[in-house]
């Protein structure tokens, strides 16, 4: 599947289709369309290794309506997360390379707000927030890039409903990808650590979501699933990170709902616990600390040493701590 650009004719359905969100997704209503969207060429992907920037962030949606996804496969981190009613979404964060698009976009929530601060001054991209989140958002330690605010870099696919086709052109946001050295999350990569188990799947369940991740020797990686079916990304090929981790987090009531009146959860990023990495067809028990929200994540074992991830992308699932 690929995705398509609407025709310059249908210019007038597209800024509509922008306007528009989701109830279940920001809580209000419509949003300020953005302009027509030139149909000129994408930018190739870029790369750095040795610049160092802000990275990218982009709120992804996970409704099975909204898959397969489209540049997921290039993030450098895959944030999970839980929604309202139990849903989950995916926050993709990039550095290393620049996709040429990314999507379907979604919506922000107050969460996402203390898990960036672990990044210098990120981008921000998302379709749109509660309106009572919005100073919230205007007011953190990052550049905020909605449709309303940089409506070039957005276009509407013709190949699926709003709202699940709201996708966004990464290099209209920045000109070339930061590199890895932007990823300020605490993260080492490096050799397996000694000990870990055998271990060749594992699933993560959502009150309405779940996520498997099975060992690949071939791939090197942990192929995905999503609520049962293979994760494949619009150009054909398998979502199959390099480390998986399953953070296990406090998960909390917080002042938002969406318009059914269901609570928006606030996943803790800041603290510390329990932890398990996936990596190499081993899982490993680990602890996690984050003592504020300017620091990075620190993954160590039993005993205190530090915990090396592989090489590659990572996806960090966060999971409710019993």
Known sequence: MTVALLA????????????????????????????PVPTSPTPTPTRSATSHGHVLAVKIDNAPDARPHTGLR??????????????????????????????????ARESDLELLR????????????????????????????????????????????????????????MRTAPGPGALTNGFRYGPAPDGGRP?????????????????SASRHGWLVAMDGRPSRTTDGQPVAP???????????????HDFLGNNTPFT???????????????AYDVDWKRAKATDGTDFTTNDGRP?????????VVFAKAS
């Open 8 to 35: 310059a004719t249908a210019t007038a359905a597209l800024a509509a289709g922008c306007a528009q969100s989701h109830p279940s997704d920001d809580g209000r209503g419509r949003t300020k369309p953005p302009s």
């Open 74 to 107: 290039q993030a450098d981190v895959v944030y999970v997360e839980q929604v309202e009613g139990g849903l989950s979404r995916l926050m993709a964060v990039y550095a290393s390379t620049l996709p040429k698009a990314v999507g379907p976009v979604r919506s």
């Open 118 to 173: 672990q990044y210098d001054h990120p981008t921000l991209a998302f379709s749109g927030a509660q309106h009572k989140l919005l100073p919230l958002i205007a007011r953190a330690p990052l550049k905020a890039e909605p449709p309303e605010k940089a409506s070039d870099a957005y276009f509407r696919g013709s190949d699926r409903a709003a709202p699940h086709n709201l996708y966004l052109r990464p290099a209209r946001l």
């Open 199 to 215: 271990d060749t799947s594992l699933t993560v369940r959502y009150p309405a979501a779940r996520f498997t991740f099975t060992w």
């Open 242 to 256: 390099a480390t998986v981790v399953v953070q296990y987090v406090t998960m909390r009531k917080s002042r938002f």
């Open 268 to 282: 803790d990023t800041v603290g510390s616990g329990r932890a398990k990495v996936l990596r190499d067809g081993k």
């Open 307 to 315: 915990v090396d991830f592989a090489k590659g992308q990572v996806w």
